[in-house]
């Protein structure tokens, strides 16, 4: 947290000319939080095991995932956290979900996040370490994805073809140029000095940032048995862009939690039990 506090500090002082290798870091940077002593206890617990993804982006060489399992069970539950977080911030639902009988709970630290070992992060290692589980470890038969961790989970499954049991997703993020913006704009960015930033995007990444919109990239003829829990007034899954998603795909169940957030609801009982009831009901 410290070195994005530097970054944005740099990043304010000089917003009138702002260097674009400063906001690049600025966007990319992924603080890590240590770990509590409760989700110290539980990673404890967990088996350990570790897969590779290659950077094609930043250091063009095989990073690292740190993964974890509980429980032996022969139904698998993969979870992919949200940007600047960690496996273990699904704590509260990890310990639920062990609940249910003959399951194995699985996740991951994405690179430059959590125990991972990476400067920088994207989107893609997300959705390349759900490729990695998926074809190296286990086939999960449910899915559950907080805020990027669900547009990852998206983009790996359709990539692979693959169609889980339920797809869960809980505050997904929808648009992620807008997510971007959000955070240049954050630290005083003016918008001609974001077009310059998603210009040079455009051309160290394959295509724009634009081109990550679930409302385009979802592949509705997929049919996921697919639930989304979400806060409307949540100011980073920004509810018009859920929404926009939601009206394109009236086959996604979806349910309002109010007053829960973008963090504190993978905290949330009512999440918690609703994920875990939906879970149980088609296992």
């Known amino acids: 947290m410290k070195r994005l506090k530097q970054i944005a500090n740099s990043l304010k002082a000089t917003a009138e000319n702002p260097d674009n290798a400063l906001m690049r870091e600025f966007i990319f940077y992924s603080p890590k939080m240590p770990l509590r002593i409760h989700q110290e206890e539980l990673i404890a617990s967990a088996k350990f095991f570790s897969l590779e993804v290659y950077d094609p982006y930043f250091t063009q060489s095989k990073l690292g995932i740190n993964c974890f399992s509980w429980g032996n069970g022969k139904t698998k539950i993969l979870l992919t956290h949200g940007w600047a977080s960690k496996a273990l911030d699904f704590y509260e ?18 690179p430059g996040n959590g125990s991972s070992v990476s400067d920088l992060s994207n989107l893609m290692f997300y959705a390349d370490g759900v490729k990695a589980i998926a074809l190296n470890y286990a086939v999960p038969d449910f899915v559950i994805g907080h805020s990027l961790g669900s547009m990852a989970n998206v983009i790996a499954l359709q990539d692979l073809n693959l169609s889980p049991k339920m797809l869960l997703s809980i505050a997904p993020l929808i648009r992620l140029k807008e997510k971007f913006a959000q955070s240049l704009t954050s630290v005083g960015i003016a918008g001609f000095h974001q077009d310059r930033f998603f210009d040079n995007f455009a051309k160290e ?79």
């Open 205 to 283: 990444f394959p295509v724009r940032a634009s081109h990550f919109d679930l409302v385009g990239l979802y592949e509705g003829n997929r049919n996921f048995n697919h639930f989304v829990a979400f806060d409307p007034e949540d100011d980073i899954s920004i509810y018009p862009f859920l929404k926009e998603f939601l009206d394109k795909f009236p086959e996604v169940n979806a349910k309002v939690y109010e007053g829960v957030g973008h963090y504190k609801i993978l905290k949330s009982a009512d999440v918690i039990n609703d994920l875990v009831e939906k879970i149980s009901s088609v296992k």
């Open 93 to 110: 639902l990890i310990i639920e979900l062990l609940k249910i009988e003959d399951v194995e709970v699985i996740a991951f630290d994405a």
